[in-house]
């Protein structure tokens, strides 16, 4: 047996937790750029220290380890939403700054972006599988609500906004910088990864969102447009 394999071996022994932190990075990047149906578990064994067989050993087979790999990439960026503190700051500079963290997120994962894309193909299927997932994502609304009622008893922020209505508009504004950054280049000739562009959309996005938010921001009631 080569020295390789005996170290591979003693790795999968010793430390089964580091394997499958190995074969997820992998499959990460395979299902983010491939989809489900065009990933395929010998490519993924071949590019991590272990074997198909371990891999169906850890997780059970290709769609267990892509329901994993949603799983993980899930808990990474809303762990980080609420480890950075967001809430424990004042409304303006915390909403300003999760703003800010979630743009330079999704710009820096673009592989969290495709995994979104790529289940939302799938109709969500099977992110429902993934248990506790409704739950886990609730934290960063309940940052949200945090700094949106503080914001309000201190007279920055204006009342009746909801709190997943915000954090669907920040997404879907850091998202799209990603989401569509190779068929905006080609259909207008404006790169959006280039480093200005990203510095400059960032400043639009936080400008349009704190604005939105803003105490002194009226907004009409979409029932009250035929009154005009």
């Given at each position: 047996?080569?020295?390789?394999?005996?170290?591979?071996?003693?790795?999968?022994?010793?430390?089964?937790?580091?394997?499958?932190?190995?074969?997820?990075?992998?499959?990460?990047?395979?299902?983010?750029?491939?989809?489900?149906?065009?990933?395929?578990?010998?490519?993924?064994?071949?590019?991590?220290?272990?074997?198909?067989?371990?891999?169906?050993?850890?997780?059970?087979?290709?769609?267990?380890?892509?329901?994993?790999?949603?799983?993980?990439?899930?808990?990474?960026?809303?762990?980080?939403?609420?480890?950075?503190?967001?809430?424990?700051?004042?409304?303006?500079?915390?909403?300003?700054?999760?703003?800010?963290?979630?743009?330079?997120?999704?710009?820096?994962?673009?592989?969290?972006?495709?995994?979104?894309?790529?289940?939302?193909?799938?109709?969500?299927?099977?992110?429902?599988?993934?248990?506790?997932?409704?739950?886990?994502?609730?934290?960063?609304?309940?940052?949200?609500?945090?700094?949106?009622?503080?914001?309000?008893?201190?007279?920055?922020?204006?009342?009746?906004?909801?709190?997943?209505?915000?954090?669907?508009?920040?997404?879907?504004?850091?998202?799209?910088?990603?989401?569509?950054?190779?068929?905006?280049?080609?259909?207008?000739?404006?790169?959006?990864?280039?480093?200005?562009?990203?510095?400059?959309?960032?400043?639009?996005?936080?400008a349009i969102i704190m604005a939105w938010v803003g105490a002194n921001t009226h907004v009409?009631?979409?029932?009250?447009?035929?009154?005009?």
């Open positions: 047996m080569s020295a390789s394999k005996l170290q591979q071996d003693a790795t999968r022994t010793n430390d089964p937790e580091a394997v499958r932190r190995d074969i997820l990075e992998v499959a990460t990047r395979e299902f983010a750029f491939k989809g489900l149906s065009g990933a395929r578990i010998d490519e993924i064994a071949a590019q991590t220290n272990t074997s198909k067989r371990m891999i169906y050993y850890y997780f059970g087979g290709k769609e267990q380890l892509y329901r994993a790999v949603l799983a993980q990439a899930y808990q990474q960026v809303r762990s980080l939403e609420v480890s950075g503190g967001f809430a424990q700051l004042a409304p303006r500079a915390g909403l300003e700054a999760l703003i800010r963290h979630s743009f330079d997120y999704h710009d820096s994962h673009p592989e969290f972006v495709r995994l979104v894309m790529n289940e939302n193909i799938h109709h969500g299927a099977h992110l429902a599988q993934v248990k506790g997932m409704r739950a886990r994502n609730e934290s960063v609304v309940a940052v949200l609500e945090t700094l949106l009622e503080k914001g309000v008893e201190q007279g920055v922020f204006r009342s009746g906004i909801e709190p997943l209505d915000l954090h669907v508009t920040i997404s879907a504004l850091c998202f799209y910088n990603v989401s569509n950054r190779y068929t905006v280049k080609l259909n207008f000739g404006f790169d959006m990864s280039e480093k200005h562009a990203r510095e400059n959309r960032l400043e639009q996005i936080v009409l009631h979409p029932l009250h447009v035929h009154t005009l």
